[in-house]
């Protein structure tokens, strides 16, 4: 199909299903211009998973292997933050099954996970399935709490609490990553308290820009030197204490690599 013809299918496509559009508007390449027109001077830094591993293994359970899913290496970097970091008050934004909540719960003394409730979101039209798969993992455990509302208008003052590890894992787009890390500042316990951001990346290597504006546009400039890429994650940073960092190189050669051993775990009835 030469460049004309594509071109008039993709303007019928467009006026018969006008939501393609958001296909070109939402493109990773329009983010990338737009993040590089923002912040030219920012050349991201990495850190490397492996550094945090004071220890050679790191056991990730749950882990359900579903769709929409976390890496096992994105609970890995939290439950590894929180040890080395000795979190002791951990929230995040999105808790979905509960999975990074359980992850991290054996480690911190208290998770606060904190999502939509069930309501809400069958207000907004979502499957009755997932709803329902909301909290399965981190109901049951005493030390999480789960707090329900809109991160983009919740009080968290309300909370009356602050936290040493702050995991941004809910809406997405730059708006939403935006308001809810310039919200999130103000419940930083102190100096060396850690931001979280997932889906900084599309994957293990490439930025995903969409995310990565919301960040940085709402983090004051000062910060932006202490936010980072972490490697073999989907995951971004901001550790303020001093950490080995490098610069991300595409396509490079494996310097290490991982064993996974799968063990078979039962749901017990609940
Ligand atoms: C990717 S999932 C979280 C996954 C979870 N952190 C994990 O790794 O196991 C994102 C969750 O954020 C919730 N969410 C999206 N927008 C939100 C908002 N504005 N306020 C609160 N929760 C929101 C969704 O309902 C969904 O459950």
Request: net charge negative; charged share 25%.
């Amino acid at each position: 199909m030469n460049k004309l013809s594509k071109l008039l299918k993709a303007l019928s496509l467009i006026l018969q299903k006008p939501y393609l559009l958001n296909n070109v508007l939402k493109d990773e390449i329009v983010f990338k211009e737009g993040f590089q027109r923002a912040f030219p001077s920012v050349a991201f830094k990495q850190i490397r998973l492996v550094d945090l591993m004071e220890s050679d293994e790191v056991c990730i359970t749950p882990y359900a292997f579903l769709s929409g899913s976390s890496l096992a290496t994105d609970f890995a970097l939290l439950q590894l933050l929180c040890r080395k970091y000795q979190v002791k008050d951990y929230l995040e934004i999105g808790t979905w099954r509960g999975e990074s909540a359980a992850n991290v719960a054996p480690y911190v003394d208290s998770v606060t996970s904190f999502n939509l409730g069930d309501e809400q979101l069958l207000s907004l039209g979502l499957e009755k399935n997932y709803v329902e798969s909301h909290r399965f993992f981190s109901k049951d455990i005493p030390n999480i709490q789960h707090v329900f509302g809109d991160s983009q208008t919740f009080e968290f003052d309300q909370l009356e609490k602050k936290f040493d590890l702050i995991f941004i894992d809910g809406d997405h787009s730059t708006e939403a990553v935006k308001r809810d890390t310039v919200k999130m500042l103000s419940y930083l316990k102190n100096e060396q308290s850690i931001l979280v951001w997932h889906d900084a990346k599309v994957d293990t290597e490439y930025p995903r820009y969409e995310v990565l504006m919301g960040i940085y546009q709402a983090l004051p400039d000062h910060m932006h030197q202490q936010v980072y890429l972490v490697e073999n994650s989907l995951c971004a940073v901001y550790i303020p204490t001093n950490i080995s960092d490098e610069s991300p190189i595409l396509n490079r050669l494996p310097r290490n690599f991982f064993e996974l051993t799968l063990k078979k775990l039962p749901i017990e009835d609940k």
